[in-house]
């Protein structure tokens, strides 16, 4: 194919705010995981697909299956649609303990 770029599993964006590598970021309606550190407006490699172990709210409680969302405002996953962005489902149960912070979130990768 002449005109085929790349896989697509991975894009370089420019950084929309600072990101450390494993945080996620949101560009329009595009949502990854950096692969490395980057400062507001630097390019940086992106994972749109996967499952990656995401900073979640720590009062929510997920089921396995559950639609997870990106908190744009606080850099954040969350099970709530309201004003947020889909960005995939929980692959694992987690409490919903004050310290129970991290969800396990495949990427659906579709956007």
Same mark, same amino acid.
């Given at each position: 194919?002449? !005109?085929?770029?790349q896989?697509? !599993?991975?894009? =370089?964006?420019?950084?929309p705010?600072a990101?450390?590598?494993g %945080? $996620?970021?949101?560009v +329009?309606s595009? *949502? +990854?995981v950096?692969? +490395? =550190?980057?400062a507001? $407006?630097?390019?940086v490699?992106v994972?749109?697909?996967g499952?990656f %172990?995401v900073?979640?709210i720590?009062?929510?409680?997920w089921?396995? $299956?559950?639609?997870i969302y990106w %908190?744009d405002t !606080?850099k954040?996953?969350?099970?709530?649609?309201?004003?947020? =962005?889909?960005?995939g489902?929980?692959i694992?149960?987690?409490?919903g $303990?004050?310290g129970e912070t991290i969800g396990?979130?495949?990427? !659906?990768g579709s *956007?």
């Amino acid at each position: 194919m002449k !005109n085929y770029v790349q896989p697509g !599993n991975t894009i =370089t964006l420019t950084a929309p705010y600072a990101v450390a590598s494993g %945080d $996620g970021l949101l560009v +329009g309606s595009i *949502f +990854g995981v950096a692969a +490395g =550190t980057a400062a507001l $407006g630097e390019s940086v490699e992106v994972a749109l697909t996967g499952v990656f %172990d995401v900073t979640k709210i720590g009062s929510q409680a997920w089921t396995a $299956g559950a639609r997870i969302y990106w %908190d744009d405002t !606080n850099k954040r996953t969350t099970n709530v649609a309201t004003s947020n =962005t889909l960005i995939g489902v929980a692959i694992e149960a987690v409490g919903g $303990g004050a310290g129970e912070t991290i969800g396990r979130v495949r990427l !659906n990768g579709s *956007f």
